[in-house]
């Protein structure tokens, strides 16, 4: 049950991300800024998770992990509570700064309270199932944002998430037993955590994480152009293809977990490879309409097998501390953020609307590389140690 509560803040935090996608148009004309300025709601959301998650995962070192859990929710629920009652734009993005303050640090912390409440074999799948909730808040954040904020408004949806994040914060109050989040000795205290930094195997894996992340969304950030000016797909066609996109990241984010259970850094080794191939795949068959559904499936699929396989690894080599699951998160963002800019510099530059997808497939593929030199370490003597957190 603890691990249920945990997944369904993860469902609350990841929809109040996607969710703001289908409500620009309504939230810029309501509160009468223009779009770009809207869409600082969603950069800003992004940047404050990659400062945020590092900050203020430091600033609750050594504190035990459950009252941080349930303070992290509570200001989740703030920020959202904010933007429901916002009466101008600069109230609505201090409230998306504030709810986004909690998002690193949760998926940090919460992935190791999930891996307390499993037998260490079932560690991967303890972080699949956590991170669950995010994965299916993607395949309906934002029709479900589109739906409520056109019958209702854009203030109904931000009172959903705002009870969403209620339930969540009681059921995680209720279920997470306090012994799972208790601090062992060697994790607590920010010098402790700062010290798991020298490890070369963190260092690696966190760059594999952005490398990954990069490649994956950066060609994400540009499919609806894919879709519609190469493949021949109308705008209508685009919700139900992120819909088949965001069921591979459920798919995947389930198998992931199994796999690494089992062989963790074979596990990372083929999803990205597989997700490199994939990239490469779409963007010579973006024309075929077939062959891009499928391909879709798999971007998300290979995309977000990684998820909880990088989750315990970097958190294994740092000796179990949050301040490394944290940065996990932040290196995913940083990725994104670095991938969409390099997708949207090839088509600035003319090269069409599938550049992008090869742009993703080379970053993956310095992805695997990386990726097989921390494996390669790890089997020839620089172990990740597989410590319970």
């Known amino acids: 049950m603890g691990l249920l509560a945990l997944a369904l803040g993860g469902f609350g935090i990841g929809l109040t991300e996607f969710v703001i996608a289908g409500l620009l148009p309504q939230v810029s004309r309501s509160l009468d800024v223009s779009t770009a300025a809207a869409g600082w709601l969603i950069s800003g959301y992004a940047l404050t998770v990659a400062v945020g998650a590092i ?13 941080v859990l349930v303070g992290l929710v509570a200001l989740f629920v703030a920020g959202n509570l904010l933007c429901a009652i916002a009466p101008n734009y600069p109230t609505m993005l201090l409230g998306r700064v504030v709810a986004a303050l909690c998002h690193g640090t949760f998926f940090g912390i919460g992935s190791l309270v999930a891996r307390r409440l499993v037998p260490p074999e079932r560690a991967s799948r303890a972080v699949a199932m956590m991170f669950a909730g995010l994965t299916v808040a993607n395949v309906l954040g934002v029709p479900f944002g589109a739906l409520v904020g056109e019958r209702w408004g854009w203030r109904a949806t931000f009172w959903a ?9 009681a059921a995680i109050a209720m279920l997470v037993p306090g012994w799972a989040g208790r601090v062992s000795g060697g994790a607590g205290g920010l010098r402790a955590q700062l010290r798991s ?16 992340y990069g490649g ?3 060609a994400f950030s540009y499919l609806a152009y894919t879709f519609t000016e190469v493949t021949g797909f109308s705008t209508t066609d685009v919700a139900w293809l992120l819909v088949v ?11 992931g977990g199994r796999g690494a259970d089992h062989n963790r850094d074979v596990t990372l080794l083929v ?3 597989g997700l490199a191939a994939t990239l490469t795949a779409f963007g010579l068959l973006a024309s075929s309409r077939p062959a891009s559904v499928i391909l879709v499936f798999l971007l998300g699929a290979f995309g977000f097998a990684t998820v909880p396989g990088m989750i315990t690894r970097v958190t294994d080599a740092a000796g179990g501390v949050p301040l490394a699951a944290s940065a996990n ?8 953020a670095v991938g969409a800019w390099l997708g949207g510099l090839v088509i600035s530059a003319g090269w069409g609307y599938s550049a992008p997808l090869f742009v993703g497939a080379g970053i993956v593929g310095v992805g695997v590389a990386v990726m097989g030199w921390a494996a390669w370490a790890t089997a020839t003597g620089g172990v990740v140690e597989g410590s319970r957190p």
């Open 55 to 67: 900050g203020v995962t430091a600033a609750t070192a050594g504190l035990p992990r459950k009252p």
């Open 161 to 169: 998430i705002t009870a969403t994040g209620a339930v969540a914060l």
């Open 197 to 212: 930094f020298r490890s070369t195997q963190v260092w690696l894996t966190l760059t594999a994480t952005a490398l990954g």
């Open 216 to 218: 994956m969304f950066g």
């Open 245 to 255: 996109y965001g069921t591979g990241l459920v798919v995947g984010n389930i198998a």
């Open 271 to 273: 999803s990205l490879t």
């Open 329 to 336: 998160v932040s290196a995913s963002n940083v990725g994104n």
